[in-house]
């Protein structure tokens, strides 16, 4: 059965350092999100893309986080620099196509980042 | 703005007993609603969509747009319903807005 894959599945860093977290979402799936997740919370979603294009970016912290799905397919998020705060689960989804009558996300493991 | 909220973070009941996890959520529009499962060491994964009425595991959830509620129900609670449990809206151009989650424990 086809998964959403993600990579790693943890680091730990040292604030002022620059991370990277890779996804590769299902084969065919057009929309890509990127979720963070702090500890006790739910899911807070931080850029979707459609296709290569970034459909909502309102609250991905622009001043040092930065997001691309060049070819349409898998994705990386990057952070630079990193911060204490930014301590949390980076959770992937990938969904068909984001439309109204059919949403339903698959999620990958998510990385659990830890900055020091 | 869309916000989801789940009352309680954490529920316990008895097998057998009846479960209710509520959701009451705010948003504008006519809204998607969706119930999301995590299992101990799974993926986060659907559990069910306002949109489909179907019943799955025998979990229902109905839509109360008067009082803007997504409550989960089940009837009988079983052991291996105990994870956690998320409430998601979702709007137009699917942006997802999720609830903090309520951790269901199904004790013997």
């Known amino acids: 059965e086809a998964e959403v894959a993600q990579s790693p599945r943890y680091k730990i860093t040292e604030k002022s350092q620059a991370v990277a977290f890779w996804c590769d979402p299902i084969s065919g799936h057009a929309t890509l999100y990127w979720y963070r997740q702090i500890l006790g919370q739910g899911p807070e979603l931080l850029v979707q893309f459609q296709d290569e294009s970034v459909v909502d970016d309102s609250q991905l912290p622009k001043d040092r986080f930065s997001a691309e799905r060049l070819k349409g397919v898998d994705s990386t998020l990057k952070i630079q620099p990193a911060e204490l705060g930014d301590s949390a689960m980076y959770l992937c989804?990938?969904?068909?196509?984001?439309?109204?009558?059919?949403?339903?996300?698959?999620f990958g493991p998510g990385t659990r980042l830890t900055v020091l | 703005a869309q916000r989801v909220t789940q009352p309680e973070k954490l529920l316990s009941v008895f097998k057998g007993a009846p479960v209710e996890l509520k959701c009451n959520y705010s948003y504008s529009g006519s809204p998607e609603l969706f119930w999301y499962v995590q299992y101990s060491r799974q993926r986060l994964q659907l559990l069910l969509r306002h949109i489909s009425r179907e019943s799955i595991k025998g979990f229902t959830a109905d839509l109360n747009k008067g009082e803007t509620s997504f409550h989960l129900k089940k009837p009988f609670a079983q052991e291996e319903d105990s994870a956690m449990y998320y409430c998601?809206?979702?709007?137009?151009?699917?942006?997802?807005?999720f609830g903090d989650g309520t951790t269901l424990t199904v004790k013997p």
């Open positions: 989804a990938s969904s068909l196509v984001a439309t109204r009558s059919y949403n339903e996300q698959f």
């Open positions: 998601a809206l979702s709007a137009n151009a699917g942006k997802s807005t």
